[in-house]
């Protein structure tokens, strides 16, 4: 069955990056886009973009275009998600989701990762 | 940048219809869909393209979508539908969610 597991807990000191990967597990993880959406403690979710897995394009949030990067490593049907410059208003768990849509994304997610907390504090 | 908003919170009894709205501006012209999230869990699809059940997703679920608003029914309400719900949609390359409602089943 299809699975993402995502890496554990971070806590980061504001200023510092993060990098938070997901490894698809159960389907042909070229085939559908990986997306990154985040939720602060007690709010909705936000979208943070996505990655195409098979080409390595991206297509990014407007609020996260100047601290995000996401990458894949193919070979490890794994995806990341890397946060720069951090604040105390990126303390959140953010997820990986794919999408539904075999090489075009449809922007529907049917499985989710497990969630990564990241704390950022002093 | 396009915004969904949603009530924050909706009380509904056991075996009676919960509605859950989502307005947005044409929101009909787009395609509406709905995520369950439970305490501690990470967000389930319950409805897509606006009135589409995923597999494995109950009956009771249904959705509309007209206008300015899309809609999540929810009939014979569970307390298992006990469960913060997310309308989403997609604009200018852009995915949108909405704030969120928090249903109770009392």
């Known amino acids: 069955q299809v699975q993402l597991v995502q890496s554990g807990a971070e806590v980061k000191k504001p200023g510092a990056s993060v990098k938070v990967s997901c490894k698809a597990s159960?389907?042909?993880?070229?085939?559908?886009?990986i997306h990154w959406v985040r939720q602060a403690p007690g709010q909705g979710l936000e979208w943070m973009g996505w990655?195409?897995?098979?080409?390595?394009?991206?297509n990014y949030a407007q609020n996260f275009q100047d601290r995000v990067t996401m990458t894949r490593d193919a070979s490890i049907s794994t995806a990341y998600m890397d946060l720069s410059s951090l604040t105390s208003d990126d303390t959140a768990v953010y997820y990986c989701?794919?999408?539904?849509?075999?090489?075009?994304?449809?922007?529907?997610?049917?499985?989710w990762g497990q969630g990564t907390l990241v704390t950022v504090s002093s | 940048s396009y915004e969904l908003t949603q009530p924050p919170s909706v009380s509904v009894s056991p075996g009676q219809t919960a509605s859950i709205t989502c307005s947005g501006d044409?929101?009909?012209?787009?395609?509406a869909c709905w995520y369950q999230q439970k305490p501690g869990h990470s967000p389930l699809l319950v409805m897509y393209?606006?009135?589409k059940r995923p597999s494995g997703i109950p009956e009771r679920f249904s959705g509309s979508n007209s206008g300015n608003t899309a809609t999540l029914t929810i009939s014979g309400t569970q307390a298992m539908d006990e469960a913060d719900y997310y309308c989403?949609?997609?604009?200018?390359?852009?995915?949108?969610f909405g704030g969120g409602t928090k249903l109770t089943v009392l």
């Open positions: 989701a794919r999408d539904t849509g075999e090489i075009v994304a449809t922007t529907l997610f049917d499985s």
């Open positions: 990655i195409n897995p098979n080409s390595g394009g991206t």
């Open positions: 989403q949609a997609w604009d200018s390359s852009t995915v949108v």
């Open positions: 159960g389907y042909t993880f070229t085939v559908y886009h």
């Open positions: 044409k929101l009909g012209n787009k395609y």
């Open positions: 393209q606006d009135n």
